[in-house]
Every structure is written in C-alpha cells, then in structure tokens.
C-alpha cells in the first residue's frame, strides 16, 4: 500500500512537471509582435488547476507580482505588427516617439516583423536584431531610416511596407513569385511598386553624388579617385546582341559604370554609365579615344580642372588628367595609391552587397541605373552614419 501511494504521488507530480514545461513552451511561443496569445492562456490556465501545480499554489503572490512584471517588460518593447502579416494598417498603428534613438529602433522592429522575426523572436542580443536587418535590407536600421524620413518628404504616400519590400528587393532580388508570396500581394502589384520606388529613391542620388571642383581646398592636387566597376546581365539578344557586351572579368554578358570617390572624404562624387563591358575605362574617362574629334564634353576629365588630378589604376594610364603607379614615384606615393585603389574596391563591395548587383541581371538594362543610384543612395546614408570608408 505504501509503495503504491508513493506511485501514485510521483504519478501525480509528474503531470505537474509536464504542466509546467507546457506553460513555459507556451509563454516562449505565445504570440508574436502582440506578446502572449491565446496559448499562452490556456497552458497558464492548466497549471492553475493542477493540484500538483504546489510551487504556484504555495506562492501565489509571487506568481501574480512575476506575470506583471512581464506584461510591463513587454507594453515597454517596441511595438511592431505581427511577423507574417503584411497589413499597411498593422505596420504603422503605433506612433514612433520624438526621440531619435526610439525612432529608428521601433523602425527596426517593425522591419523585422515584416520579415517574419514577430516579437518574441526580437526579445535577442541587440546585435543579432541588427545582423538580421542587415541581412534582410543590406544596411542598418539607423541608415535606413535616415533614408526613409528623407524619401517620405517627395513621396508621402507611399506606405512603409512597400519601403521595406523594395529594399528587400535590392538587397535578395528573389524571383516575383516568391516575394508576391511574402509580401501578401500579386505579381504585378509587385513588380510595379518595387521598380516606381526604385526609380524614386534613384532620384535622391542627386543630392548624395555631385562633383564639385571649388568644393576642395586649394592646394590639394589629387581631388578622386575613379574605377570602372562592371555587372553582369542577360545578353539582350533581341534589342542589340553583339560581342560589345562582353566582359572579360566575369567571361559573359555585362555593363560598366565610371565610379569616383572623394580622397579625403567618404562620399561619391561620380556614377556615369551604363555602357557594354567592352568599353575601355580610359575611353569612358576621356570622353573617346585620342583621335576623336567629337568627344563628350561631359566627361569627368573635361570636370576635372587644369592641374587637379585623379588616381586610377593602369587602365589609365594614358590619360592626361589620371595618375597612376609608376616605377619612378617614390614608395610613400604608391602605397598611398595602393590604398586609395583598395578603397575603391571596398566601395564596390558595398554595392555588391546587395544581391540585385551581385546577381546576374535579369530585367532590361535601362533600369539598371535606377537599381545603382538607388543603392549608392543607401551607400552614401550608411557612410553618413557610422560606416565611412576606411581613411588614406
């Protein structure tokens, strides 16, 4: 009789034990931008009534003073609309506050549920929130939002989901039927809402990169530094095939821009382009070859002035108003060269963070200017805010 009353009591504690791993799965799980849901609820109400439930029996006052810590701890995180759901009214019901710091981090968390991390699943290290919006966006909240708040002032009505889908885009470049999955929204809405806000988020590219000679001081000889940088595309076969779009370094189909960078400053002077990837950088440079006669008089060399210089790699070399490493300069000069060239490239590394430059190009050719203004766009906010290229 003994034994089996001590099999009884253990049974008995047992289910206690199951109650409450239930309880704590369920407070885990229970909602997801909202706090506890109805799970949570219900495995709390189980526990409750479970005589073997003593802990929480003994201590009521306890239980009761910890659940509402909880639910203060959670009314005090950002507010978000649930992972998942993708509703324009859910996204921006609650109000961001004055302060900046809660600006741009209840930004986040509402960008983060709109790519399935609710908020339970923000309730991380601040570094990994950040790791996961980068991922999903190519730069961080702060920068983004910075963007943002400047893109709504020309374009007030368009809603912070379609924001975030774009540069979701940008960043993944996912085929149309995925992210219309994602997105809760068809194909065509889609693919119209993320090239028009594309195209206005290029425009802004026009306060971020403009070259200005009287913009430097006097005595600084070298004022840029300026590279081709080259993507991959579809051959348009049908448009213009020919052997002009080749590119050498990717062995395939492909466009070229002229980019130059400010020396002494992170910021981007100059995009020009596209162009075949069979054009020569130092032509692109120049305007056309030496014996030209009708040259682009917009070229950056024609910008340049008269004993100002620009650092280049040998592609160009033979031009007039581009320096490159030689032999006779001394060691102090081409390893500042050096540098300078590397910066460059660190540059376009950041562009190619995105996944629609480092992908092969699937749309038509002519809207890929708008997709490298819009993304040097968010390059130059990111360099504004904290992520400027290494100095030289």
């Known amino acids: 009789m003994v034994m089996g009353g001590q099999r009884q009591a253990v049974h008995q504690g047992g289910r206690g034990v199951v109650a409450l ?13 909202g706090g506890g849901g109805r799970g ?16 929480l029996q003994q201590h009521p006052r306890t239980s009761s003073a910890a659940v509402q810590q909880k639910n203060k701890q959670q009314s005090a995180q950002p507010l978000a609309p649930p992972a998942g759901n993708h509703n324009d009214s859910e996204a921006t019901v609650h109000p961001m506050t ?4 809660d600006e741009w981090i209840n930004f986040r968390a509402r960008g983060l549920c709109f790519v399935g991390y609710g908020k339970t699943r923000q309730n991380v290290r601040e570094r990994t929130n950040d790791e996961r919006f980068s991922s999903n966006f190519g730069v961080g909240a702060k920068t983004l939002h910075s963007v943002y708040v400047r893109f709504k002032e020309t374009n007030p009505n368009v809603s912070e989901k379609d924001f975030f889908m774009t540069i979701n885009q940008l960043k993944l470049y996912l085929s149309e039927h995925v992210q219309a999955g994602q997105w809760g929204i068809d194909e065509n809405t889609f693919r119209h809402k993320w090239k028009k806000i594309v195209g206005e988020i290029a425009v802004l590219a026009v306060e971020k990169i403009k070259f200005d000679p009287d913009d430097f001081p006097e005595g600084q000889i070298f004022l840029m530094s300026v590279d081709g940088v080259n993507f991959t595309i579809r051959e348009p076969r049908a448009s213009d095939p020919g ?28 995009i020009s382009g596209p162009r075949p990837a069979s054009v020569s950088e130092s032509v692109t440079f120049n305007g056309g070859k030496k014996k030209d006669k009708n040259k682009d008089e917009n070229c950056l060399a024609a ?15 033979a031009s007039a108003k581009a320096s490159t490493s030689k032999p006779g300069h001394s060691r102090e000069l081409n390893h500042f060269m050096s540098r300078v060239r590397s910066r460059m490239e ?6 190619k963070v ?39």
């Open 243 to 270: 052997s002009h779009w080749y590119d050498h370094k990717s062995n395939s189909a492909g466009i070229s821009y002229e980019v130059a960078v400010d020396i002494r400053r992170s910021r981007i002077l100059w």
């Open 303 to 317: 910008k340049i002035p008269e004993g100002k210089r620009a650092i280049a790699d040998s592609a160009f070399k």
């Open 40 to 55: 949570d609820q219900s495995e709390r109400g189980k526990v409750a009534r479970n005589p073997a439930s003593s802990s």
């Open 354 to 392: 995105f996944g629609i430059l480092s992908q092969r190009f699937r749309h038509n050719v002519q809207l890929h200017k708008d997709i490298l203004n819009a993304v040097a766009v968010l390059v130059a906010y990111d360099m504004e805010n904290g992520h400027p290229l290494f100095d030289v």
């Open 21 to 33: 791993s239930r309880a704590a799965t369920g407070s885990k799980l229970g909602g997801r931008c």
């Open 98 to 101: 004055s302060d900046d710091h």
């Open 346 to 351: 660190t540059l376009f590394l950041r562009f």
